[in-house]
């Protein structure tokens, strides 16, 4: 019967460590898609600020020509809005989009975003599942010990001097 006790302690400890090492895997892919995300958000904000900054300098523009370029408001609505602009330009660069792009890049963060979200759900809930998995095996475990306990002093053999003795 000992050797039946240490066997389960043995196979506790192997399904133990395996789902440590599922709850690791889990965990870190999480943590990429997180970070994944994190990338995919900042590209895709960098981007729409940038293009609304675009139309509304192009909408200023315009306003500026049609007044004869003499508003002393429109020009300097125009040169914040241009700064502003050309700083989120040069953010959006960075990404390696040009300019003729943005429309389609942005689109392409967003569709990444939700895919990551998706994504990210998922191993939410595979995550959650192991742990219901490796609660189970814990629970398994301890009773299968439990009984190969109780198994163990119901096989010891009662000596008529044991009974006596009481």
């Not at 040169?79 to 989120?88: E, L, M």
């Not at 429309?103 to 990210?120: C, D, I, N, P, Y």
């Not at 095996?137 to 010891?156: C, H, I, K, S």
Request: hydrophobic share 45%; proline share 1%.
């Amino acid at each position: 019967m000992s050797k039946t006790l240490g066997i389960g302690f043995v196979i506790g400890a192997t399904v133990a460590a395996t789902v440590n090492s599922a709850f690791t895997t889990v965990s870190n892919k999480i943590k990429q898609t997180q970070a994944d995300m994190g990338k995919a958000r900042q590209e895709m904000a960098a981007l729409n600020k940038a293009m609304t900054l675009r139309d509304k300098r192009n909408t200023v523009l315009a306003q500026y020509k049609s007044s004869g370029g003499s508003d002393a408001k429109l020009r300097s609505q125009l040169k914040a809005v241009s700064v502003a602009y050309a700083r989120a330009k040069s953010e959006a660069l960075k990404y390696g989009a040009a300019v003729a792009d943005w429309e389609a890049r942005h689109k392409k963060a967003v569709a990444t975003l939700e895919a990551f979200s998706g994504k990210k759900k998922l191993l939410f809930s595979m995550q959650a599942e192991q742990n219901r998995r490796g609660e189970l095996r814990q629970n398994l475990v301890g009773d299968v010990a439990r009984v190969m306990a109780v198994a163990f002093f119901a096989r010891l053999p009662l000596n008529e001097k044991t009974i006596d003795s009481d």
